[in-house]
């Protein structure tokens, strides 16, 4: 666990729960699992604020428990569940782009609260719909609860572990924390629900149409509330699927790039086919036989089986290998090679930050280096077409960076320079690691930059807001329009400018935020499936 890694999970717990959960989700980044007693002691913070904020993390899956031998109940935090909720506004986004505003914000409640139940979720995901839509219009209950079920076939929602059933029935002392376990084959099951209603808009007035206070009316529903259906079976946003999804994107995009848009799109049905049936984790998809692909081809999207086959071929041939074929039956059998994708995607992205940060004679030596594996000072200069000078500065500046290391091959046990060969070399490995710390610390920095101008500006954001509530709810009356532009003038030339500025800004580093989170994804992609290999 780097420094900048643990500021990054600092400043993003800040941000998400406050000054307490920071405090105690920090502590435990910092020294690993411990007891309640341990974590309170050493915090400085009352017993019971420490509990309410393990609750908090536990809730979001950002901490998790083990009970040793002796019963005492450790928590330990999950630093890169924590370093997920830079991704929060992604997993929103594709959710939108996949499965309109009702999948937006079923996800957006599930990212929000952690964890919930199916019919909650509905309840509140149909009223923030109705809330938005014209007068007279509501969501119904089962077009949100269709799209989950959908969200739930994709396997982008999960159901989270239950209480084993074994400890409930146990007649002696209950157990100093519960196990929780989840049977495989029930992670996606969906409850069967008969959720039969409307959302509901909340009222602006204080009293309801009968005229009663709101402090009198739970008085009448508290005793007549109904059982809820799918009491104790909770769910929440798979975002090693979403991983998944982003990868298979990022291999698409990549193939469109290198060759055409008819490749990119066999190549996404192909990965299509196999979402399901590959895990995660996996280095290749299933093995999917061309008959297979051309069946599963968008609808409307005219090639003919021979063209298709020639296609494949292609893409087995092409040197990138992300297609390989793995046998010869139904027409031939192809898999996609995702752990050679990632390496791919991975070096491209070192060559764009060679370019970019020490120019484009740089990335020539890096290129270079890449392809050949192995070479003398003297065998950079001759294959570049660079002179001597050039490419010592040139080589030196990148090996003080960590993008090429440099390995001693001696003649004789004495190491002496005379007799000894110095080879440039690139781990890639090595270099992902260096750049993706470099990425959290960007990415802290932006943070940063962005709560400071937020800040700067914290008095005119407040009257900005106080404006624009005045102005609502003189719309909301019906008030005429010289009143509406005489509340608007209150915010005066020079504070609209400083505010455009400031929300120009914002936007700049909130984009910078996602972007740089991209290349993070790209970098731990490749890590993680590298690390699995060896």
């Known amino acids: ?61 950002l901490v998790t428990y083990q009970v040793h031998k002796r019963g005492v109940v450790e928590y330990e935090a999950q630093c890169s569940r924590v370093l997920r909720m830079l991704r929060y506004p992604r997993y929103i986004y594709t959710t939108k782009t996949l499965y309109s505003d009702t999948g937006e914000l079923i996800v957006e409640e599930l990212l929000l609260n952690g964890k919930l139940t199916m019919s ?11 809330e938005t839509m014209e007068d007279g219009k509501t969501m119904d209950y089962a077009e949100v609860s269709s799209t989950f079920v959908r969200l739930a076939d994709t396997h982008f929602v999960q159901r989270c572990p239950l209480v084993a ?40 007035s204080d009293e309801d149409a009968a005229g009663e206070p709101k402090a009198k009316r739970p008085k009448h529903t508290a005793d007549n509330k109904e059982p809820i259906p799918d009491d104790g079976i909770y769910w929440q946003a798979n975002l090693d699927r979403f991983h998944q999804h982003f990868r298979d994107q990022a291999i698409v995009s990549a193939v469109a790039n290198r060759m055409d848009q008819t490749s990119s799109e066999i190549v996404r049905t192909m990965l299509r086919m196999s979402e399901i049936t590959t895990s995660s984790s996996a280095p290749f998809t299933q093995p999917l036989s ?37 046998g ?30 020490f120019g484009s004679r740089c990335a020539r030596i890096f290129r270079l280096v890449l392809q050949k594996k192995h070479l003398e000072q003297k065998q950079v200069e001759d294959f570049a077409m660079i002179p001597a000078k050039e490419a010592k500065d040139m080589l030196y500046k990148m090996l003080s960076e960590n993008f090429i290391s440099l390995q001693e091959i001696p003649k004789t046990p004495d190491h002496a320079p005379s007799r000894t060969f110095y080879l440039y070399t690139v781990n890639i490995l090595s270099a992902a690691r260096m750049l993706l710390h470099r990425c959290y610390k960007s990415i802290a920095n932006l943070i940063e930059r962005r709560q400071f101008e937020t800040k700067e500006s914290k008095r005119l954001l407040e009257k900005s807001q106080r404006v624009e509530a005045i102005i609502a709810s003189m719309q909301a009356t019906g008030a005429e329009e010289a009143q509406l532009q005489e509340i608007e003038e209150m915010i005066t030339a020079p504070e609209r400018q400083q505010l455009e500025t400031l929300k120009r800004n914002v936007n700049k580093l909130d984009a910078s935020e996602i972007q740089v989170d991209e290349t993070i994804f790209l970098l731990e992609s490749y890590i993680e499936s590298t690390m699995k290999r060896q």
């Open 1 to 61: 666990m780097t420094q900048a890694e643990i500021k990054l999970c600092s400043l993003l717990l800040q941000e998400h729960f406050g000054e307490i959960v920071e405090k105690i989700g920090v502590h435990l980044i910092r020294t690993g699992s411990q007891p309640l007693r341990v974590i309170a002691h050493d915090t400085g913070t009352s017993l019971d604020q420490v509990k309410k904020a393990l609750c908090v993390l536990i809730q979001h899956n």
């Open 120 to 130: 909650a979720v509905i309840k509140k995901v149909a009223d923030r719909l109705t």
């Open 165 to 204: 059933t074994t400890e409930s029935s146990d007649p002696g002392l209950p157990p100093p924390a519960p196990t929780l376990v989840i049977n495989e084959k029930d992670m996606y099951l969906v409850p069967k629900l008969s959720l039969i209603g409307k959302g509901k808009r909340r009222r602006s």
């Open 290 to 326: 061309s008959n297979e692909i051309f069946r599963s081809l968008p609808v409307g999207y005219n090639i003919s089986k021979q063209v298709l086959d020639q296609y494949l071929t292609l893409l087995a041939d092409d040197p990138l290998e992300f297609v390989g074929k793995s």
């Open 328 to 357: 010869d039956s139904g027409g031939g059998m192809y898999v996609i090679n995702l752990h050679k994708a990632l390496a791919c995607l991975a070096t491209a992205t070192l060559e764009s930050v060679v370019q970019e940060r």
